[in-house]
Nanobody, 115 residues
Framework: QVHLVESGGGRVEPGGSLTLSCVASRPLATSEQMAWYRQVPGQERDIVASITHDGIKGYVGAVKGRFAISRDIATNTVYLQMNDLTSEGTGIYFC?????????WGQGLQVTVSS
């Protein structure tokens, strides 16, 4: 199976920045899109940003202009650069890849935005 390993979470002050990384255990095919999701306690896991193999990006409206998703095909890595963070950015961030129509998840990273 494909394994997704995330890194880069932690605590940041409001207005600060963090970059999350997610490394897949093998190269992904062109049809295997990747995304970042966020989940807060008691709520569903919601998509934050997505990217195709060709670099087509999508963002939830709340983060557009502040977050940037990118993908390094050579290293099987997807990134989420988060800028101008607010308390709304707090949550557990999960890397996602759609493999053969099934969702594959990273282990989850806690991001806490607080002063």
């Amino acid at each position: 199976q494909v394994h997704l390993v995330e890194s880069g979470g932690g605590r940041v002050e409001p207005g600060g920045s963090l970059t999350l990384s997610c490394v897949a255990s093998r190269p992904l095919a062109t049809s295997e899109q990747m995304a970042w999701y966020r989940q807060v306690p008691g709520q569903e896991r919601d998509i934050v940003a997505s990217i195709t193999h060709d670099g087509i990006k999508g963002y939830v409206g709340a983060v557009k202009g502040r977050f940037a998703i990118s993908r390094d095909i050579a290293t099987n890595t997807v990134y989420l650069q988060m800028n101008d963070l607010t308390s709304e950015g707090t949550g557990i961030y999960f890397c996602n890849a759609v493999i053969g129509g099934e969702f594959t998840w990273g282990q989850g990273l806690q991001v806490t935005v607080s002063s």
